[in-house]
């Protein structure tokens, strides 16, 4: 059973940045696609990134968002920069077993408990 924890959320200005961290335990983030999603109130769950044997983005965050994986620290990443109001949600890291439909959150069966992540404008 894989448990993920998010952390690095929090308030930032339009055009700044944050880092947004997803440790991992009982399971190895290198066997696993390791995806991060957002929801803004009353939307949807989003896709926005994922790393497997490649990295994956939704188009909205192409170029300002840079996910990467540190297997040592048993750790996923997401580097969010250039940040805009749109961004603001809380945002969930996520685990596959599969490489396969990777912006589809039904293809992830353990998710954490999402960090919030809010960028005043």
């Known amino acids: 059973q894989v448990q993920l924890v998010e952390s690095g959320g929090g308030l930032v200005q339009a055009g700044g940045s944050l880092r947004l961290s997803c440790a991992a335990s009982g399971g190895t983030v290198s066997m696993y696609t390791m995806g991060w999603f957002r929801q803004a109130p009353g939307e949807e769950r989003d896709f926005v990134s994922a790393i497997s044997s490649t990295t994956h983005y939704a188009g909205s965050v192409v170029g300002r968002f840079v996910i990467s994986r540190d297997n040592a620290k048993n750790t996923v990443y997401l580097q969010m920069n250039k940040l805009k109001p749109e961004d603001t949600a809380v945002y969930y890291c996520?685990?596959?077993?599969?490489?396969?439909?990777?912006?589809?959150?039904?293809?992830?069966?353990?998710w954490g408990q999402g960090t919030q992540v809010t960028v005043s404008s």
């Open positions: 996520a685990a596959a077993k599969y490489d396969r439909r990777v912006g589809t959150p039904n293809e992830y069966g353990f």
